[in-house]
């Protein structure tokens, strides 16, 4: 199987910086696109940023120029380096990684079990 792990959450105030870790384990031969998605209370599951097995990376237009995402092939991981924080950047942060597993001719996609970030003002 394949977990993913996040770590980094936490509570900050407004204009403070946080960087969210998110390590892959498990029988894994490679990883397409990595991730990182939020969930605000009440709201729809929203990308903030992806990055491709390539370097390629795409952002929310919310968080362009304060957000940066970055993955480490060999270590499979992938973190998000969060600045100049807003109060509505407040959510569940959720690690999604696109896996291909030995034995396995098709990708799967996987989550982590979520780690809270709050944004105090």
């Known amino acids: 199987q394949v977990q993913l792990v996040e770590s980094g959450g936490g509570l900050v105030q407004a204009g403070e910086s946080l960087r969210l870790s998110c390590a892959a384990s498990?029988?894994?031969?490679?990883?397409?696109?990595m991730g990182w998605y939020r969930q605000a209370p009440g709201k729809q599951r929203e990308l903030v940023a992806t990055?491709?097995?390539?370097?390629?990376?795409n952002y929310a237009d919310s968080v362009k120029g304060r957000f940066t995402i970055s993955r480490d092939n060999a270590k499979k991981t992938v973190n998000l380096q969060m600045s100049s924080l807003k109060p509505e950047d407040t959510a569940v942060y959720y690690c999604?990684?696109?896996?291909?597993?030995?034995?396995?001719?098709?990708?799967?996609?996987?989550w982590g079990q979520g780690t809270q970030v709050t944004v105090s003002s």
């Open positions: 498990g029988s894994i031969k490679m990883i397409n696109a």
């Open positions: 999604n990684a696109d896996v291909i597993r030995f034995g396995v001719f098709w990708s799967v996609n996987y």
């Open positions: 990055i491709a097995s390539g370097g390629s990376t």
